[in-house]
């Protein structure tokens, strides 16, 4: 049974600190969503990769949020430094390039940051 | 850009009918998609409509209406584990959109005995 995981699930840090987060996708998507959900907002998309390459993180604020996809089995989100307001549950999705009912994104189990 | 609306709560009674609908503006649409999510959990596929009509799947049916920028999922003989967010989310599509999926704030439903 293929899915998207993320680590770590939960994380408290101070504010000002770099937090890290990582998302392996399932195996032959090609393509991988950050999401950041809060109750406020609901869910917003931050980043898309297609084939690793960055292709949309307009809903990612530039100055201190970044996303990567050093190889195929490993996408991460870095915050620094990181602010109260950021506190959130970020998920990750993967998904297949295509038109298909079979191309839709499969969300991983999320990550809880709260940040004091 | 996209708009999506849909209720933000309904309530309905364990083994009745709910009906969620959503409505949205777009360029390029290229499929709608249903999710639920359980508090606390990752949001699940449950439906998906590109054309328009109904896609029924056990309990779960899905209404697609293109040209009215209108969809609906119904959720028929309500069960307590069906109490959850229900997310519209609609995909454009373009060389720069790929399969990227807008979400809606998501209908709260809670079934109650």
């Known amino acids: 049974d293929a899915r998207v995981t993320q680590t770590p699930r939960h994380k408290v840090t101070e504010m000002g600190q770099e937090v890290t987060m990582r998302c392996q996708p399932i195996l032959g998507h090609n393509t991988v969503f950050w999401y950041r959900q809060t109750m406020m907002q609901g869910l917003e998309l931050l980043a898309y990769f297609r084939n690793r390459a960055p292709l949309d993180d307009s809903g990612m604020p530039k100055d201190r949020f970044s996303a990567e996809m050093p190889d195929a089995t490993l996408a991460t989100l870095k915050i620094q430094p990181s602010e109260p307001r950021d506190s959130a549950v970020y998920f990750c999705a993967s998904g297949r390039l295509g038109l298909a009912v079979a191309d839709t994104q499969y969300f991983g189990p999320g990550t809880r940051l709260t940040v004091l | 850009g996209q708009n999506i609306d849909q209720p933000t709560e309904m309530t309905a009674t364990e083994g009745a009918i709910v009906q969620i609908n959503c409505t949205y503006q777009?360029?390029?649409?290229?499929?709608l998609f249903w999710y639920q999510q359980h508090a606390g959990e990752a949001p699940t596929f449950l439906s998906y409509?590109?054309?328009?009509g109904l896609e029924e799947k056990g309990r779960f049916s899905s209404f697609l209406s293109r040209s009215k920028g209108y969809s609906y999922l119904l959720l028929k003989e309500l069960q307590m584990k069906d109490s959850a967010s229900y997310l519209c989310?609609?995909?454009?599509?373009?060389?720069?959109?790929?399969?990227?999926?807008?979400f809606g704030g998501g209908t709260r439903v809670l079934v109650k005995p």
């Open positions: 989310a609609v995909r454009a599509w373009g060389r720069a959109a790929g399969n990227k999926l807008t």
């Open positions: 409509n590109v054309l328009d």
């Open positions: 777009t360029s390029g649409f290229n499929g």
